[in-house]
């Protein structure tokens, strides 16, 4: 997979992006990451990315004119057909299935907005596809899409060690994941469920399924409508 980031912080995408998974994910050539400056993408000396808004109002507004040339650039040197993300409180909301299903793409860009917003004539023009993280608003789109992008990397075949890392995600069947416990076995005189220490795989699944299914219930209960209408 290939992914692409359009910013005006692009020292925030690509510190993150060097660290842990998606370092070993870039290592192993299952996925590339390139970051690109949107100020390369002006023509002007002071490289001006924004601009006041049309009607007047508080804030900026980030111009239409470097996003575009810097999307059609990327477009240009990959020759791909990007799927193309703004982040945006005004989205829809991200979930895990909408991760997988990006998953399953070869080429993200990812253009990350800041003040007030970008022209929204860029959105029409790139037919770029807003998605949200939650009902609350940052400064910048650069959080978010490292949200997003580690949530899709992490799913790509090869990228985590054990396989069954994303067999006990939260989200993956529709429930939240199950309790887990390492060593010692008894910490603050709290032992760790002897069902655990079975080595019996069968009953092991069936209490982590169990435990699952009793702590959505408990603190997401509106998930398990969701999982209902899936199955229906």
């Not at 601009?51 to 040339?69: A, S, T």
């Not at 067999?167 to 709290?190: A, C, I, K």
Request: charged share 25%; aromatic share 8%.
């Amino acid at each position: 997979m290939r992914i692409d980031v359009v910013t005006i912080f692009p020292e925030l995408i690509e510190n993150y992006t060097s660290a842990s998974i998606l370092k070993k994910a870039q290592e192993k050539n299952l996925v590339k990451i390139k970051v690109h400056n949107l100020r390369w993408f002006t023509l002007d000396r002071h490289q001006t990315v924004d601009d006041y808004p049309f009607g007047g109002g508080p804030g900026m507004v980030l111009k239409p004119e470097p996003i575009y040339r810097a999307v059609n650039f990327i477009r240009s040197y990959t020759r791909s057909v990007p799927r193309i993300i703004l982040p945006s409180p005004q989205g829809k909301v991200f979930h895990q299935k909408k991760a997988q299903e990006l998953a399953k793409e070869r080429h993200l860009l990812f253009i990350c907005g800041r003040y007030q917003g970008i022209d929204e004539r860029v959105l029409d023009l790139l037919q770029c596809e807003e998605i949200s993280i939650g009902d609350y608003v940052l400064s910048g789109g650069e959080l978010p899409t490292l949200v997003i992008i580690e949530a899709v990397v992490r799913l790509i075949p090869g990228v985590l060690g054990d396989g069954e890392s994303i067999e006990y995600d939260s989200f993956t069947d529709g429930l939240l994941g199950p309790p887990q416990f390492t060593r010692p076995r008894v910490f603050q005189n709290l032992s760790v469920p002897q069902v655990l220490l079975s080595g019996n795989h069968q009953l092991i699944a069936k209490w982590r399924y169990e435990k699952a299914l009793e702590k959505t219930k408990k603190v997401r209960p509106e998930l398990l409508n969701l999982v209902k209408k899936e199955k229906e």
